[in-house]
């Protein structure tokens, strides 16, 4: 059975920083063959992409993500992390990792991605 188990949310000052972790287990599951992602979504919002990192180590991040978050992974301990800077109240979500097989730079999004975990909450208050 695979699981994605995420971390690192809580609540925040604008301005102010978070690490958020997800830890992948199951047996023969490693994320160094798969794509991961950060995915987030609001209260009455669909669900968007943040940032994904493909089995190659290429990035792709969303808009509002360029220049404040920071994806990586590291495939020893088979952990994604997203480095959360310069918070933003829009940036207030509940933030979920998912990995899969399918790899596109344009049009990417959750359909693209099997396995999802329960996520962890951001918040950021002005």
């Known amino acids: 059975q695979v699981q994605l188990v995420e971390s690192g949310g809580g609540s925040v000052q604008t301005g102010g920083s978070l690490r958020l972790s997800c830890a992948a287990f199951g047996y023969a599951f490693s994320i160094y063959y798969l794509n991961m992602a950060w995915f987030r979504q609001a209260p009455g919002k669909a669900r968007e992409g943040v940032a994904a990192?493909?089995?190659?180590?290429?990035?792709i991040y969303a808009d509002s993500a360029k220049g404040r978050f920071t994806i990586s992974q590291d495939n020893a301990v088979n952990t994604l992390y997203l480095q959360l800077n310069s918070l933003k109240p829009e940036d207030t979500a509940m933030y979920y990792c998912?990995?899969?097989?399918?790899?596109?730079?344009?049009?990417?999004?959750?359909?693209?991605?099997?396995?999802w975990g329960q996520g962890t909450q951001v918040t950021v208050s002005s």
């Open positions: 990192i493909g089995s190659d180590g290429s990035t």
């Open positions: 998912a990995a899969g097989r399918v790899w596109r730079r344009a049009g990417w999004g959750p359909a693209d991605f099997t396995y």
